[in-house]
């Protein structure tokens, strides 16, 4: 049986194969290592009972995940899948890969991912080529839901935002500047907690604050991300995320300004990705 993840900061979907049946699903909170440790991992998968009784006769475990770019950060994964499936072969790739692999396939071309944060890279066919993006949502992660989350609270607080907008985000949310600075510099996953405040936006898209504040956000994912590359007008240029399937429209706006030709779009794909994987290694054997 091959077990397969798609992880991002705020959550994790699960595939597994099984014999004579349709594959098992389940989610989990994202897995970021760089949010949460080793142990706290094993402990995610614990607490999910679907998976618990096939925990021994996993084969293989192929997991994609957001902050899965180092050795290090990707043995805090290994480790702890290892303990729950200690019979398996442990896989731990970056989310862009196994973005790619579901947009992709085998074909080249440019994956952008736009969910809590945002990067891009570009897939030959067979591998990941080097990129300068993904920096994280402290210094990058422009167009992410963690950066609109940014721009919506700031411009909150800073009595920027227009009245009208500004009294519905205040009735939903009741943030005060104390409440903010917990959330942001105490606790845990602070990426996750600002991409939360995409749920405003998509209620509120026919605004003009917030329509700005969109086709300015993929404005500058595009320019910052997409148009570094100096070919970026020869490939299609796919899309993975909440942000970029639910406000698709502005996405396709932006990048048709710019000359850039889309691709696919997903919201999540896992889906593809579980049926790409298990195709490659079933083939393999």
Excluded at 38 to 51: F, L, S, T
Aim: aromatic share 12%.
């Amino acid at each position: 049986m091959i077990l397969v993840a798609d992880s991002g900061s705020s959550n994790s979907d699960w595939m597994l194969n099984l014999p004579d049946s349709k594959p098992l699903s389940f989610r989990t909170k994202g897995l970021n290592p760089f949010f949460v440790n080793e142990k706290e991992i094993a402990m995610v998968m614990k607490d999910v009972p679907e998976i618990l009784p096939y925990a021994n006769e996993i084969q293989e475990v192929h997991f994609f995940g957001a902050g899965c770019i180092t050795p290090d950060r990707r043995e805090i994964v290994s480790n702890a899948l290892s303990e729950i499936f200690p019979t398996a072969f442990i896989s731990v790739e970056s989310d862009l890969l196994g973005c790619a692999y579901a947009t992709c396939g085998e074909k080249r071309g440019y994956i952008s991912t736009l969910g809590t944060g945002s990067d891009i890279g570009f897939f030959d066919g067979e591998n990941l080529r080097p990129s300068v993006h993904g920096i994280g949502y402290v210094l990058g992660d422009e167009g992410s839901g963690a950066w609109f989350g940014k721009q919506l609270i700031t411009s909150f607080l800073y009595d920027k935002m227009p009245k009208d907008l500004a009294k519905k985000f205040e009735e939903k949310y009741r943030l005060t500047k104390d409440i903010v600075i917990k959330n942001v510099y105490q606790k845990d996953r602070p990426n996750a907690y600002l991409g939360s405040f995409a749920e405003f936006m998509a209620e509120n898209r026919q605004h003009p604050f917030i329509d700005n504040l969109l086709r300015n956000g993929f404005d500058e994912f595009v320019r910052t991300n997409i148009m570094t590359y100096p070919d970026y007008w020869d490939y299609k240029v796919n899309f993975v995320g909440g942000i970029a399937y639910h406000f698709d429209l502005h996405l396709r706006e932006v990048c048709e300004v710019h000359g850039i030709k889309i691709g696919t779009i997903l919201k999540n794909p896992i889906e593809e990705l579980f049926h790409f994987v298990v195709k490659r290694e079933t083939k393999e054997v």
